[in-house]
């Protein structure tokens, strides 16, 4: 654990050093949030990994992605917000700075099935056009299935259809660093309607500064 505290102490020094050489206030800003990215990129690979790799892994998602600083932070989602407004097939929601776009599973998947439908494609063209435009973003790619049938089943259907999703928006160069895919089954139901219940999420969440 020493070690991998060292090497996330290395890695945000470097970020503030490459930052402040020759830098003005605004670069050296962006220099500081990515180590500060750096820093809490290591915390999350070392909890999610439990080894050196992935915390080195994660330290390097943070560098890249740790710019936004709090004050910049709600007109980069307002940015974001806008754009994805811009999606007719899916429900765009706000809380706070964390945004959520949901699509009905039917209009990507057939019925028990996690390959994505022809027509999905064009839908996660835009939706990967807007996540490459905010890079500075993390990615939750959530499966949902209806109560209907096991929690086995449900539950391993879920995961595949997110994983296909995260496939899908990295085949469209979405960096899949980014992007996290979950699967919940039916344990989260929304509604007594079953096509309400299938659904696919997908959960942007900015890096803040620290």
Do not use: W
């Amino acid at each position: 654990m020493n070690h991998v505290i060292r090497c996330s102490a290395i890695l945000a020094l470097a970020a503030m050093l490459t930052a402040c050489a020759g830098a003005n206030k605004q670069q050296t800003g962006t220099g500081v949030g990515a180590a500060a990215g750096a820093g809490i990129g290591a915390l999350l690979g070392q909890a999610i990994g439990h080894n050196t790799t992935s915390t080195l892994v994660g330290a390097g998602i943070g560098a890249v992605l740790g710019g936004i600083a709090g004050n910049q932070i709600g007109a980069y989602m307002d940015q974001q917000e806008q754009q994805l407004q811009q999606i007719e097939a899916a429900s765009i929601q706000r809380d706070n700075d964390v945004l959520t776009a949901t699509f009905k599973s039917d209009m990507f998947f057939d019925f028990n099935s996690a390959e994505l439908k022809p027509g999905a494609y064009s839908e996660l063209n835009r939706v990967a056009n807007v996540l490459n435009n905010f890079p500075q973003t993390t990615i939750r790619v959530e499966g949902h299935t209806d109560t209907k049938g096991g929690v086995e089943y449900n539950q391993r259907l879920s995961e595949r259809r997110a994983e296909s999703v995260k496939n899908a928006l990295a085949q469209r160069g979405v960096d899949s660093r980014r992007i996290e895919a979950v699967g919940y089954g039916k344990s989260q139901p929304i509604s007594s309607s079953d096509a309400v219940n299938r659904r696919v999420v997908i959960v942007i969440n900015p890096i803040r500064q620290n």
